[in-house]
């Protein structure tokens, strides 16, 4: 087994699943970045390996189940463990000419958004809980939007003011889930 903390992130080879694969490993941390693409997954990961980072591209669309296993097998074999997961691929989608409103919305969209934001990151948190359930302080990130939060809407002055990170205690005593959102989207 390979020592050291272990990181994977999903939808590693753009945007803030780059940068914080980018920032996990400049603190030494093994990051798996995980990504949809070969081509682009391999490039960003180069990217990085070209700074001396210690990060590794992994094949990971999070819509499919088998990628998910064959992540899951491969991360168990080498360490045992996973101490962060940070569930990062997400999608945003509009199609042409129409606009995401209630009235107008396709059920194409909403399906291919609910298979990613919400199936791909429940699946893929299920079958990475027991490998960081071995973790000595395992880490689960969700990165989200802050919209549909249920908190900061019934009380949008007090959590604006409180609430760039809200940390929810989970049923293990080492495991946090944390909720994050971009600090754009509180102003
Ligand atoms: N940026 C913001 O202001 C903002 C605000 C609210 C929420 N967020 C959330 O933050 C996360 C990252 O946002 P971002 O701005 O960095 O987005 P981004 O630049 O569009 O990057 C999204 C990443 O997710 C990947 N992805 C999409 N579908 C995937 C799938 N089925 N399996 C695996 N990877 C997949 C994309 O891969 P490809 O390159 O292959 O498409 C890309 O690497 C998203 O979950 C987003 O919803 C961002």
């Known amino acids: 087994m390979e020592g050291g903390k272990v990181a994977l ?26 990504a949809r693409s070969v081509g682009r997954g391999k490039a ?14 992994i ?6 189940k088998d990628q998910i296993d064959q992540a899951a097998a491969m991360i168990k074999k080498r360490f045992g463990r996973l101490d962060i997961l940070v569930n990062n691929a997400g999608i945003s989608e509009e199609e042409a000419g129409t606009q995401n409103s209630t009235e107008t919305v396709s ?3 909403l399906r ?9 990151l429940v699946e893929l948190t299920q079958k990475f809980l027991p490998l960081i359930r071995k973790s000595p302080a395992g880490r689960i990130v969700n990165v989200a939007s802050g919209r549909p939060s249920v908190v900061r809407e019934r009380n949008r002055n007090a959590c ?3 609430l760039h990170v809200l940390q929810a205690r989970c049923s293990s005593r080492s495991m946090w889930t ?3 959102w971009t600090s754009a989207e509180e102003s």
């Open 9 to 34: 992130v999903s939808g590693a080879n753009k945007g803030l699943g780059f940068e914080t694969s980018r920032q996990l490993a400049q603190l030494g941390i093994t990051v798996l970045m995980g």
């Open 44 to 57: 960003a990961a180069k990217e990085l390996q070209k700074a001396g980072l210690p990060v590794e591209f």
């Open 59 to 64: 094949r990971l669309d999070v819509t499919k």
């Open 107 to 109: 059920g194409n969209v």
């Open 112 to 120: 291919r958004t609910f298979d990613t934001n919400f199936f791909g």
């Open 160 to 162: 604006t003011a409180m």
């Open 178 to 180: 944390t909720y994050a």
